[in-house]
């Protein structure tokens, strides 16, 4: 943290004119060492939504969808339902070396933020929030998120995108998401209940069907409607 404050400060012109005042450190180390008592029982108890950030994604349906036996939901998230439930997006990090996770990275990126945002402020400005409420949450919250968000480079082909909540559990907010549903077969048994379900529970929501192909296009997206259609005795 010493490092990302002098850095911050030489590129706001301080070089050689600026420390960190006395007992800065040792304040910032102490609030770390009460957060980090907390931080791994925090990350056991969140809770992780993992999606794809495309719905074409081939070994995905392979593999999750049981060679394309399935659903793929397209869900949009607004920042209304983010703010309410607190659920935090990330994009996941992939990596073949060890897992390591440091507090002092995500620190360090909060507060070149609080830099660049605001050029008018002096150090001891950019300090002072450091310390604020806000800012404490963030550092937590970012801290929590990244440490469960990264994955070995094996699955990188996924790029998945994670939706991290303070605790697991649902959350009855699909309704409010779900926009689209891609389907690639229909010959097997939950096809038609899940259609059914859809028609009955979310009336708007679009179907699409997708076709792999070898030759271009590769992907092949068509819109279906539905129709229900009456059975007389």
Not at 73 to 78: A, K, N, R, T
Not at 113 to 135: C, K, N, Q, V
Not at 142 to 166: G, Q, Y
Not at 207 to 221: R, W
Request: hydrophobic content about 35%.
């Amino acid at each position: 943290m010493d490092r990302s404050i002098r850095s911050v400060a030489e590129q706001r012109g301080c070089a050689g004119g600026f420390a960190v005042p006395e007992g800065e450190l040792e304040s910032f180390e102490a609030k770390n060492s009460r957060d980090n008592a907390k931080f791994l029982e925090a990350t056991q108890r969140v809770g992780i939504y993992s999606t794809a950030s495309r719905p074409d994604n081939q070994p995905m349906w392979a593999y999750y969808c049981d060679n394309s036996k399935g659903f793929c939901f397209e869900l949009e998230w607004p920042d209304t339902v983010l703010g309410r439930y607190q659920i935090a997006p990330v994009g996941v990090l992939y990596s073949s070396e060890t897992r390591v996770h440091n507090h002092a990275d995500i620190f360090d990126s909060l507060i070149r933020e609080e830099a660049a945002l605001h050029p008018e402020w002096s150090m001891g400005r950019i300090l002072e929030e450091t310390r604020s409420d806000f800012f404490r949450f963030r550092l937590q919250m970012l801290n929590k998120c990244r440490a469960v968000s990264i994955k070995h480079s094996d699955w990188s082909h996924e790029h998945e995108v994670r939706f991290v909540t303070p605790n697991a559990g649902p959350l009855p907010i699909m309704s409010q998401l779900l926009k689209r549903v891609y389907f690639v077969r229909t010959d097997f048994p939950e096809w038609e209940p899940v259609m059914m379900l859809l028609h009955q529970l979310y009336p708007n929501v679009e179907l699409v069907k997708l076709t792999f192909q070898h030759v271009e296009p590769y992907v092949k997206a068509q819109g279906m409607t539905r129709k229900l259609v009456p059975i007389h005795e």
